[in-house]
């Protein structure tokens, strides 16, 4: 949209241009949705914005003449609306980690335009305007709260940025920092921190560099680029093959020889290679550490020229610094590279003098490390593990685990090596120093997806490293333990465990091992992925009772891990209701009721396993007695009181603890439960917390209550307030469930004029709207969201509020139901029919009278055809008319439809066309449809209600001798079924019809 600019223009109304200004602002508010970065600043500057709206409105329907104060408002927020706007699309499309770089200044862009549309509403003329005093005083609130509106980075962000900042500064090329910094800027952006992802999205960010080239901002051009050097340090960032040609490159510049160090690489004071060089005022060189030392010891005069120097100078020499780093790197290259033949000598000593050169040289530098895989030293390695000697192989095994750790691709790199996972392996069945090397190795290792599963793999290993956990040698034994732990998130693993019998073992440790042993099984079992079978195999062994003890008696560490375990074991539906049963949930309600220190995390692990406990009730079938997870209504009360007193974690577990309670065999007495301690007051207020977990879980348990509820305390509780935050949610937020539910509670509101007008006032029918699909959804949460949308709009269609109705067909509903028919579950058609019956039944007055010819008929315009149900000009949105909105179809369709709720209101629908005069013209459109076969099957219907209607349909359409004959031989069998049958009404009404079939005398008993 482009908005003019008011200087020049001021022929144009100035309602025009404040109509523009609202149009933007609604774009940028949807817009914002989609932004991949400073969500909750974007958030924040669109609630503005919402508020300004209705301001801007208020206006437009005042007398504004020409006012310089109003131009210039106006014109300002034109501006403004048109940078907002401009921001919001770079962060929708622009690169995530480009912008995460820049997100200092997008938060400073936000905090600008904030602050100038506030500075646009200090100078509205408000007095000379006429608004109301309630208008202004929100202005002058509003303005004063956008000047003051802070807009900053978030302390993540602030984090990564301090980090690139210094990593630049000191000339940190570490590949671990590296590592590090991508994992961090991926969480930050939300993306996966495989290798393909993060090339990709460092090829976009180079993408963005080029083009801040072209815009010739240079310095952030140079800034950029910097920063991507830094990140190609990252395994991620560049592939393998990428590094080994810069690495080779370079070293075939190098030559073969070292080099001596240059003079001015010494410290004058220690005669060594400076690692960090300073320069005095005196304009000399020295290692930070010895001249400091030198001044510390009261000398204020230079070592070297022996004049007084200002000893609070020491000014870094960068450049000398970087060439001696330069110089170590070279000759470091070139050892490395020389080192390689030697490995391969016969002479055990020379083998073993290298590998101890090599193995310091690994130890000390990230650099090196890489360097020693791009030689290719890991294929060496390996076969040296085969030695005869003993401590050439732990050698070996020490350094392969140096390259190994915080490194994939050192990982993958052995994984690949032909037989090195096994040459590892056989070292786990020799002596326990090599054994424990081993071990170490194969943990590091097992940190590598692709690398965990070749390890379990290997015949023997589970086996070896079962045996190995159950070791007198309690590091050992842990070792071995942490190795098991990582290969268990692997299914086939997990098998190789359960044929070695670990289980077993497992159980049997927890139960009678040392506290360090049955904190590492528990440990195992907190951490483990174990599938549905080794949770049922793992509770039927009995692993509940040792775990529930070390709840018991352990300190908090041990707590924590056996609670952690439990959550583990219970999310079995069958686990977690045996648990019940057994009494599990007594003692986990009791620590939960407890004062737990905070920050221990108990809390939020023993709410997580008794929402597990909560979420199993809601399985269990109806032939056995209904198990009921809280015991009494002081459980009840308390639990839910915990809501008030705990953190997000801990909230958002028993928001879902209640949920599931809701939805379980106990829901009926759980919603009274909480009605009676008034939970719905807690629930709106906790709609409006900011945290993403705890407000979807709170207007989930909201929904549920509300379907339900006492329509005094709904509409007590659930205010203005409430339903304008649940529009707003519905507008913003991301999470299907969290819309559905917010929907939810709109679509079950208590009917009320006045809270339907603030809706409709509010934007709701718009909102609503669009989220009505056209086809089949196969999301259950999005059928659940459309279910909900098409029931919310139900109170918009009701026929006593004709002007709702206009608004409704105005916003392009009326096809949609009609669509919903075909494509909705069986509830959305439901809701869907009982809408299109509201509007058909305010057709006949909505249907216009066709104009009478005057003149001469054989000159006049050929006459209008007019509806062949309603006589009149009809159409879709001016009267609604199911005929012209080609409904008809659809809804005998439904009539064949399994759920005898959706069939009635499609009957109801149907039967608006035959009321009153209505009935000949009707009935024929009926017939034409094939509706009245339908409709004399639901005399065989289930449901009273529907045979009821069905009798009264065909009461007066067998009115009609036409009708009456073409159809009535059909329904003579059920019509006298009824008669029989049927309840006292229903015998007398098809008594009624039969006689119209000549079939019954008038005088017949049945009337």
Not at 275 to 299: C, H, M, Y
Not at 426 to 434: A, D, N, P, V, W
Not at 488 to 511: E, V, W
Not at 786 to 810: D, H, I, S, Y
Request: glycine content about 4%.
């Amino acid at each position: 949209m482009v908005l003019d600019v008011l200087a020049g223009a001021s022929s144009v109304p100035a309602a025009e241009f404040l109509s523009q200004v609202v149009e933007g602002m609604i774009e940028i508010t949807y817009a914002a949705n989609n932004v991949l970065i400073k969500k909750e600043n974007f958030k924040e500057l669109t609630i503005y914005m919402d508020r300004i709206i209705p301001i801007l409105k208020e206006l437009n329907k005042k007398d504004m003449g020409h006012s310089e104060g109003l131009s210039k408002a106006i014109e300002i927020l034109n501006r403004e609306v048109k940078a907002a706007k401009q921001l919001t699309v770079d962060c929708t499309k622009r690169n995530k980690v480009y912008l995460l770089m820049n997100c200092r200044t997008i938060a400073k862009n936000l905090e600008d335009i904030t602050r100038e549309m506030s500075r646009a509403l200090d100078i509205l003329p408000l007095a000379s305007l006429g608004l109301s005093s309630g208008i202004i005083e929100e202005v002058v609130k509003l303005s004063d709260s956008m000047q003051r509106a802070e807009f900053r980075a978030a302390k993540t962000e602030e984090e990564i940025l301090e980090k690139i900042e210094t990593a630049i500064q000191e000339r940190n090329v570490d590949r671990s920092y590296a590592n590090n910094l991508v994992a961090s800027i991926a969480e930050a952006v939300g993306i996966s921190t495989d290798r393909a992802t993060i090339k990709k999205e460092v090829e976009e960010f180079k993408s963005e560099i080029e083009n801040t080239q072209l815009r010739k901002n240079q310095a952030e051009a140079i800034q950029m680029a910097q920063i991507i050097a830094l990140l190609e340090r990252a395994d991620a960032a560049s592939s393998p093959k990428e590094k080994e040609m810069k690495h080779f490159t370079k070293r075939k510049c190098l030559g073969s020889q070292l080099l001596e160090p240059l003079r001015s690489f010494y410290c004058p004071i220690t005669q060594d290679v400076m690692v960090n060089p300073v320069e005095t005022s005196s304009g000399q060189t020295f290692e930070r550490s010895a001249i400091e030392k030198w001044l510390a010891d009261g000398n204020n005069i230079c070592p070297l020229t022996m004049t007084p120097i200002d000893t609070s100078v020491l000014r870094p020499n960068r450049t000398l610094r970087q060439s001696i780093e330069e110089w170590k790197d070279r000759n470091t290259m070139i050892t490395i590279t020389s080192l390689k033949s030697k490995l391969m000598s016969e002479e055990e000593e020379e083998v073993l003098q290298c590998l101890g050169q090599l193995e310091d040289l690994c130890e000390q530098r990230d650099q090196h490390r890489e360097w020693v895989l791009l030689e290719n030293y890991i294929p060496i390695l390996i076969q040296l593990l085969g030695a005869r000697n003993r401590d050439i192989r732990n050698h070996a095994l020490v350094i392969l685990c140096i390259l190994a750790k915080d490194s994939d691709d050192a990982k993958e790199r052995i994984a690949k090596v032909d037989n090195a996972i096994e040459s590892i392996v056989k070292s786990l069945g020799r002596r326990i120093g090599e054994r424990k090397l081993a071990v170490v190795l194969l943990i590091e290792l097992s940190k590598c997806t692709l690398v965990k599963d070749c390890i379990g793999k290997v015949q023997g290993c589970i086996l070896l490293l079962v045996t190995m956990s159950s070791s007198d040698d309690s590091q050992a034994a842990k070792d071995a333990q942490e190795l098991l732990e990582n290969l268990s998130y692997s299914d086939k693993n997990i098998i190789l465990m359960a044929k070695a019998n670990y289980f077993k073992h497992l159980l049997q440790r927890l139960c009678t091992g040392p506290d360090d042993v049955k904190m590492a099984m528990a440990t195992t079992l907190a951490d483990m992925e174990l599938t549905d079978h080794n949770k049922a195999s793992l509770f039927e062994g009995g692993v509940l009772g040792p775990l529930l003890q070390l709840v018991s008696d352990g300190d908090d560490g041990m707590k924590m891990v056996a609670i952690k375990a439990v959550r583990n074991i219970s999310s079995l539906p069958a686990n977690g209701l045996q648990m019940i049963r057994e009494g599990a949930a007594r003692p986990l309600l009791d620590l939960l009721f407890r004062h737990i220190t905070p920050s221990s995390g108990l809390r939020e692990q023993v709410s997580a396993t008794i929402m597990h406990l909560a979420e199993s009730t809601v399985s269990q079938g109806s032939s056995r007695a209904p198990i009921s997870l809280l015991e009494s209504d002081k459980d009840t009360l308390t639990l839910f009181s915990l809501i008030n007193f705990t953190g997000p974690d801990v909230q958002q577990n028993i928001l879902r603890i209640f949920y599931a309670l809701c939805q379980s065999p106990s829901a009926s007495n759980i919603k009274t439960r909480l009605n009676e301690y008034r939970a719905m007051q807690v629930l709106v207020q906790l709609c409006e917390h900011e945290n993403l977990n705890v407000r979807p879980n709170a207007i989930k348990l909201l929904c549920c209550l509300v379907e339900d509820g006492d329509e005094a305390a709904i509409l007590e509780h659930v205010d203005h307030k409430c339903l304008t935050t649940l529009l707003r949610i519905i507008q913003s937020s991301n999470d299907v469930e969290e819309i559905a539910s917010a929907m939810g509670i709109i679509a079950n509101f208590p009917e009320n004029p006045q809270i339907t007008q603030l809706l409709l006032d509010a934007g709701a029918l718009q909102k609503i709207v669009k989220f009505l699909p056209n086809s089949m959804q196969y999301d259950p949460h999005k059928n659940q969201l459309v279910e909900n949308a098409v029931g919310a709009l139900c109170r918009f269609t009701v026929p006593a509020k004709l002007e709702w109705q206009k608004r409704a067909a105005e916003a392009g509903i009326i096809p949609l139901l009609v669509q919903l028919l075909d494509v909705g579950t069986a509830l959305t058609r439901k809701y869907a029919a009982i809408s299109l019956t509201h509007f058909s039944e305010s057709s006949p007055r909505l249907s216009r009278a066709i104009s009478k010819h005057k003149g001469f008929w054989c000159i006049s315009a050929p006459q209008e055809t007019g509806c062949m149900v309603h006589g009149g000009l009809c159409d879709v949105q001016s009267s609604f008319c199911l005929v012209e909105a080609d409904a008809i179809v659809p809804l005998v369709r439904v009539l064949e439809d399994p759920d005898s709720g959706v069939r009635e209101a499609s009957l109801d629908a149907l039967l608006t066309l035959i009321e009153a005069e209505r009935l000949q013209s009707g009935s024929k459109l009926l017939s034409e449809a094939n509706a009245i076969p339908s409709i004399i099957k639901l005399l065989c219907s289930s449901s009273p209600t529907l045979q009821e209607k069905a009798l009264n349909a065909l009461e007066r359409i067998f009115r009609l001798p036409e009708f009456k004959q073409k159809y009535g031989p059909s329904a003579q069998m059920p019509l006298v079924d009824l008669t029989q049958r049927g309840n006292g009404s229903m015998k007398s009404l098809s008594a009624r019809i039969l006689a119209h079939l000549n079939l019954l005398h008038d005088q017949s008993s049945y009337f």
